[in-house]
């Protein structure tokens, strides 16, 4: 009896190890068909090429102190991509997206400060918004990458993922964790192998990792799941401490499964920790700017698929 109920638990687990392994290559194959991952032939992957490169410069003249005449490499990149996409979607928002960054980035190389060429804001509208009804706290929230020097409160940081951990989570399991820093040395070694944070990351004077434990999910229907219920904790995170009056921007972990697992060592995160992002954060300087980020138009955010117009 007992051999025969342990060859039934034991080719149940067969069975989910094959499960999980064809579900994983459905979903490289799905990634690599409708992704820009293996040729960027569909118009929406070449209009997000475009959107990157615009970001590019945006970003780099939202930085402390962009590098004189930066961008020359990207700013003929985004003027090839601009043609391309002139030609086949005429001048739409992302167009007009790429222009407009185009412009202020040669209006920088002609020796316009930076900071009249970004998006100007301050420290008293920004706490005045987040204090207000929600869309002034939606409205006004934006990344920050120019921080003030100055701790961030312990308990702001306390509070922030007291409230994140408030968000919705698949059967309420919970698993979002935030591991946060503040020591300067342990703040360069979560860095260390994060791509984005280049002429800002070092300002911040906290740096956050939003991880979601892996046990609390079973089934190969829930291999997404990590990324789901951590993408909403880090939104209500990244609003709690905006809130509060402080800074954030989020930091990418697109990395290979090498970086990932050698950041996990590094640092001495558990591996069964999914990381999701991580998040600079930071004091507001009185007056600052940040990057125009013009969004895409509400008729093609909203559809229905019910006919409607
Ligand atoms: C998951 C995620 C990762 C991001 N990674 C970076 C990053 O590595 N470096 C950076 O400067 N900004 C990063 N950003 C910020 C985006 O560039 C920014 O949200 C976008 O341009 C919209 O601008 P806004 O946040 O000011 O509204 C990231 C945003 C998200 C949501």
């Not at 490169?53 to 402390?64: F, Q, W």
């Not at 919705?168 to 260390?192: F, H, I, K, M, Y």
Request: net charge positive.
């Amino acid at each position: 009896m007992n051999a025969i109920l342990r060859l039934r638990s034991g080719a149940r687990r067969l069975k989910r190890i094959w499960d999980n392994l064809l579900a994983h290559l459905h979903d490289a194959h799905s990634f690599a068909q409708g992704s820009g991952l293996l040729s960027d032939r569909s118009a929406s992957s070449k209009a997000a090429q475009v959107l990157k490169t615009a970001h590019r410069l945006e970003k780099g003249l939202a930085l402390p102190n962009p590098r004189p005449g930066f961008g020359s490499g990207a700013a003929e990149l985004l003027r090839v991509q601009l043609q391309q996409h002139f030609s086949a979607s005429g001048a739409d928002w992302v167009w007009k997206a790429g222009q407009d960054a185009l412009v202020r980035r040669a209006h920088h190389a002609r020796g316009v400060s930076a900071h009249t060429l970004s998006a100007p804001m301050s420290a008293r509208e920004v706490q005045a918004a987040a204090r207000g009804e929600f869309p002034a706290l939606v409205g006004i929230r934006r990344s920050v990458r120019q921080f003030a020097p100055g701790p961030v409160p312990w308990g702001c940081l306390q509070r922030a993922s007291e409230l994140a951990a408030m968000s919705p989570s698949v059967c309420n399991r919970s698993g979002a964790r935030v591991w946060v820093v503040t020591d300067p040395a342990q703040r360069e070694r979560v860095l260390a192998l994060q791509d984005g944070h280049q002429g800002f990351g070092d300002r911040a004077s906290a740096v956050a990792i939003i991880t979601v434990d892996t046990t609390v999910f079973h089934t190969v229907g829930e291999r997404h799941q990590a990324w789901v219920d951590g993408g909403l904790f880090a939104m209500t995170y990244l609003y709690a401490l905006h809130h509060q009056g402080l800074g954030t921007c989020c930091l990418n972990w697109c990395v290979t499964p090498a970086t990932d697992r050698q950041f996990k060592r590094s640092i001495g995160l558990p591996p069964h920790e999914a990381v999701v992002m991580l998040v600079a954060i930071g004091r507001l300087p009185e007056q600052f700017t940040v990057a125009h980020s013009p969004r895409r138009p509400l008729s093609e955010v909203m559809r229905t698929l019910e006919g409607r117009v």
